[in-house]
């Protein structure tokens, strides 16, 4: 018997996976086509900087990402300031024809960690704007309550810094983020290196895991989008099928009697 994960939804849209898969880096178009295939993803990352690069939004890597039917989700990766990534959803809306964002303001050099305020004030704009944002963020509690009063219905905290491979460095905080929101999709984003940080993230009750490098630099990316999906699939069967608590002595699986035991 196969168990699935039970159905939840970004911005109404039913979603039966809870991996999201970034598209850059990858050795070939081709090992793209078979990673999002094997990863069973429904939600694909495009960046806009480098479609428009390309001099158009429909050249051949979104082709590829388009003919494998799952949803676009294009982000703002590489702006500065909360104009400029206003700029670029909007471009976005008109190349892919999607209300779909996944905004990124970044606010450092050398650790790429999301800009707060300037963030906020693209998300407080773009939601005005008619779109529907997805917002890379630190784990934050104040900053992540900010934003979903500005409208954002779906947050996406850090785990780690983008393509650092650390996994999740603050546990408590993703931990706490999940308590103090309930009924918010929380998606874990950047920072994961491995199947089993993706698990653990599922384990602490957020509903996905969007990565990128840790799939895209593996040495075969396509099994590794594999390994991800299994691990995804089951720390959120674990979570919901409630993970024991933890224990600081040793407790006897089997109750043994006081007294001896006697065969007859």
């Known amino acids: 018997m196969t168990l699935a994960t039970t159905p939840w939804s970004l911005y109404g849209t039913p979603m039966n996976s809870?991996?999201?898969?970034?598209?850059?880096?990858?050795?070939?178009?081709?090992?793209?086509r078979d990673a999002i295939a094997a990863a069973g993803t429904q939600?694909?990352?495009?960046?806009?900087?480098r479609s428009l690069a390309g001099g158009t939004g429909d050249n051949g890597f979104v082709d590829i990402v388009r003919a494998s039917g799952v949803h676009l989700l294009p982000n703002t990766a590489g702006c500065r300031s909360?104009?400029?990534a206003i700029v670029l959803a909007h471009m976005a809306r008109e190349l892919f024809g999607t209300r779909w964002v996944k905004l990124e303001v970044t606010g450092d050099d050398h650790t790429l960690q999301p800009e707060p305020w300037e963030l906020l004030e693209a998300a407080s704009q773009l939601v005005r704007d008619g779109f529907q944002v997805f917002p890379y963020c630190t784990d934050d509690l104040v900053a992540c309550r900010r934003l979903l009063d500005a409208g954002c219905e779906v947050l996406m905290p850090w785990g780690a810094p983008i393509?650092?491979?650390?996994?999740?460095?603050?546990?408590?905080?993703?931990r706490t983020l999940r308590e103090r929101l309930p009924g918010v999709p929380l998606i874990v984003d950047a920072g994961i290196g491995a199947p089993h940080h993706a698990a653990r993230a599922m384990?602490?009750?957020?509903?996905?895991?969007?990565?990128?490098s840790a799939v895209a630099q593996a040495r075969e990316p396509v099994r590794m989008a594999a390994a991800f999906a299994q691990a995804i699939t089951a720390g959120r069967l674990g979570h919901e099928a409630g993970v024991m608590a933890p224990q600081d002595m040793a407790v006897p699986s089997t109750p043994v009697a006081d007294g001896p035991l006697l065969l007859g």
């Open 18 to 32: 809870r991996f999201l898969l970034g598209s850059a880096g990858y050795p070939s178009p081709q090992v793209l």
């Open 203 to 212: 384990e602490l009750g957020f509903d996905g895991v969007l990565l990128n």
């Open 43 to 49: 939600v694909v990352t495009v960046g806009l900087k």
């Open 82 to 84: 909360a104009r400029e």
């Open 163 to 174: 393509g650092s491979g650390q996994g999740l460095l603050n546990p408590y905080a993703l």
